[in-house]
């Protein structure tokens, strides 16, 4: 079956604009989660949806949103970029509650890498 | 506070050596325990996990980690490195946070393969 698909996989853009990713778990799938990914920070959690509800949230600033569809796609947005939102941008789907289940495996898209110019 | 921590940020082996990756952790209790590889421009993928029972355990591509509780550890082994082995390999611990389970990652290690 297909995997967990993240779009787009590259980013430009500019401070102060805002961009929204996006993210397609495998089929049956309810849970997206979402981190970011630097060189210096590693990975950091930034929150977690399980049937269109934001179950768990990580230590991000507000600018950091996210939603879930009825059809458990997820988007993220973040609003007024600043340089160091340069990151990629990993969306992991999984068929329980991830942040409740400390058993489950989660499956990882490709990433999607913003650069903020 | 929690804590995952991988004192190796970059490793180089021949290939045909043998490999382990050192992950520790800060946690009172016994925590779930997961290894993760990411391959260059891939997002990752799980190696092995541990949530109880047999210390050792097995997972795929012929990699091996081991719990010790007494020093905190849950390193990573393979017996014989293949090149294609070659990427970056995240150690990551799942506890509880009232009720919620939260995920913290090590920072990572980078492991290059020599012919």
């Known amino acids: 079956k297909a995997g967990v698909t993240q779009t787009p996989r590259y980013l430009i853009k500019t401070r102060g604009q805002q961009v929204t990713l996006s993210c397609s778990p495998i089929?049956?799938?309810?849970?997206v989660s979402w981190y970011q990914q630097t060189p210096g920070q590693g990975l950091q959690f930034l929150f977690e949806y399980f049937s269109e509800t934001q179950r768990n949230k990580g230590n991000f600033p507000g600018r950091f949103s996210g939603r879930q569809f009825s059809n458990s796609r997820s988007e993220m947005n973040v609003s007024t970029l600043e340089l160091g939102d340069s990151a990629l941008y990993l969306c992991a789907s999984s068929g329980t509650i991830t942040s409740m289940s400390g058993d489950t495996e989660a499956f990882f898209g490709q990433g999607t890498r913003l650069t903020v110019v | 506070a929690q804590s995952v921590t991988q004192p190796d940020i970059h490793i180089t082996v021949s290939e045909g050596a043998s490999l382990e990756l050192r992950c520790n952790y800060s946690y009172g209790a016994t925590p779930y325990l997961f290894w993760y590889v990411q391959s260059p421009g891939q997002g990752l993928q799980l190696l092995l996990k541990y949530f109880s029972g047999d210390t050792l355990v097995q997972g795929i591509k012929g990699f091996e980690a081991e719990f010790k509780r007494s020093q905190s550890s849950f390193n990573l082994r393979k017996p014989s490195v293949h090149w294609s082995d070659a990427a970056e390999y995240f150690c990551?611990?799942?506890?509880?946070?009232?009720?919620?389970?939260?995920?913290?990652w090590g920072l990572g290690t980078s492991l290059a393969v020599n012919p």
């Open positions: 990551a611990v799942g506890y509880n946070a009232g009720n919620n389970r939260k995920l913290i």
């Open positions: 089929s049956g799938h309810r849970s």
